[in-house]
């Protein structure tokens, strides 16, 4: 088992000084019986899914630990045509957990029907009455508009039948409508002394030597990111064996990151036709092997961003907010990556000549 599930905590009482505050207050919510609809936020690896997963343990006991995972085929009844859209869900009898911005175009009638038919299977109580269900959903910042206005008018309207539960990093990307009928709770990045208390933590439960130098540069290179840095001290113990972990050895970042700092590379040595055509390529490549579209714009612009002069880099970050922006708006990610590269391309390459002027 991975560090990162061995060492999650599993109900509220297990969480110490990182996210023991939200632990506790949620855990005084529970015991109030008044429980709402509750939106998670913050930054990935801060620990919103281990604090959602504790409140429904909280809420329904070890029962909700025993979940089945299925595909599950949705058949949607349009004025006009039958939709059919396949979507994984992870469920037990108390909950059910989904991603519904997978489906993409079609997430607003997903959400619909899963939380209608929720509605109408509801868990019985120990007095043998109708329970509440809690659904679910993680990045609901990925949500479209059409979509959140669906939510919205279904939370109203089954709100006796069950509760939502959402996870996302960016909140802005909510709508207010969303936002102002559920329980925002921040949940904030570790810092990086309580990022080095775990770390520290886990290799003495593993009875690891881990040197101070090392946990240092895997705690920077993190970015603050619990899970990061855990999956980076597991690395970091393979690579070292047989041998003990040494305070010399160096952390690599992941494949997908070496990947763009190579593409940045390439778009910074030539600008032209055939080059924007290999980009694409490798683009293709991070797509398939499910980097989110978002995070490739974001890192190939702090790749960027090192190597150029001062003087380009607020154009640099002006066309990436604007290419990230038209992300949200449109379906084929792979159209405003390659336009991001196109306008940047244009932009550095007219800089460059009138820098030889």
């Known amino acids: 088992m991975l560090f990162v599930?061995?060492?999650?905590?599993h109900n509220f009482s297990q969480f110490t000084s990182l996210n023991g505050n939200i632990a506790e207050n949620l855990k005084k919510l529970v015991a109030s019986g008044d429980f709402p609809h509750t939106l998670f936020y913050g930054p990935p690896g801060s620990g919103k899914k281990t604090l959602v997963l504790a409140l429904l343990r909280e809420l329904y006991g070890a029962g909700v630990e025993k979940v089945r995972v299925e595909t599950k085929p949705w058949q949607i009844e349009l004025p006009n045509r039958k939709l059919e859209?396949?979507?994984?869900?992870?469920?037990?009898?108390?909950?059910t957990e989904m991603s519904p911005g997978d489906v993409g175009h079609n997430d607003r009638?997903?959400?619909?029907?899963?939380?209608?038919?929720?509605?109408?299977?509801?868990?019985?109580?120990?007095?043998?009455?109708?329970?509440?269900?809690?659904?679910?959903?993680?990045?609901?910042?990925?949500?479209?508009?059409?979509?959140?206005?669906?939510?919205?008018?279904?939370?109203?309207?089954?709100?006796s039948a069950c509760r939502l539960v959402m996870c996302c990093s960016n909140i802005s990307k909510v709508m207010d409508p969303v936002r102002s009928r559920c329980m925002c709770i921040r949940v904030a990045a570790p810092s990086e002394?309580?990022?080095?208390?775990?770390?520290?933590?886990?290799?003495?439960?593993?009875?690891?030597?881990?040197?101070?130098?090392?946990?240092?540069?895997?705690?920077?290179?993190?970015?603050?990111?619990?899970?990061?840095?855990?999956?980076?001290?597991?690395?970091?113990?393979?690579?070292?064996?047989?041998?003990?972990?040494?305070?010399?050895?160096?952390?690599?970042?992941?494949?997908?990151?070496?990947?763009?700092?190579?593409?940045?590379?390439?778009?910074?040595?030539e600008q032209s036709p055939r080059r924007l055509y290999q980009v694409?390529?490798?683009?293709?490549?991070?797509?398939?092997?499910?980097i989110p579209p978002e995070m490739i714009v974001k890192t190939l612009l702090f790749e960027l961003l090192k190597k150029l002069d001062q003087e380009l880099k607020q154009e640099a970050v002006f066309w990436a907010a604007h290419y990230e922006h038209r992300l949200q708006?449109?379906?084929?990610?792979?159209?405003h990556l390659e336009a991001f590269v196109a306008k940047f391309m244009s932009v550095y390459k007219t800089w460059s000549i009138s820098m030889m002027e």
């Not at 679910?136 to 669906?150: F, G, H, M, P, T």
């Not at 003990?244 to 952390?251: G, I, L, N």
């Open 329 to 335: 708006e449109g379906q084929k990610a792979i159209f």
């Open 109 to 159: 009638y997903v959400v619909q029907a899963i939380i209608k038919d929720m509605a109408k299977n509801r868990p019985l109580d120990a007095a043998g009455q109708k329970g509440v269900k809690v659904l679910v959903l993680n990045e609901v910042d990925r949500l479209s508009r059409e979509a959140q206005q669906s939510l919205r008018r279904t939370m109203e309207k089954y709100s």
């Open 280 to 290: 694409r390529g490798k683009m293709y490549e991070l797509l398939a092997n499910c």
């Open 5 to 9: 599930d061995k060492y999650r905590p």
């Open 193 to 269: 002394m309580s990022i080095m208390d775990v770390l520290n933590h886990v290799s003495s439960k593993e009875s690891l030597n881990l040197p101070p130098g090392l946990a240092a540069r895997i705690t920077t290179m993190s970015g603050r990111n619990l899970r990061k840095a855990l999956l980076q001290l597991e690395v970091c113990r393979v690579q070292a064996l047989p041998q003990p972990m040494s305070d010399t050895q160096p952390v690599h970042p992941a494949d997908w990151e070496l990947y763009i700092a190579e593409i940045a590379s390439d778009i910074l040595t």
């Open 85 to 95: 859209v396949e979507l994984t869900i992870l469920s037990s009898n108390y909950h």
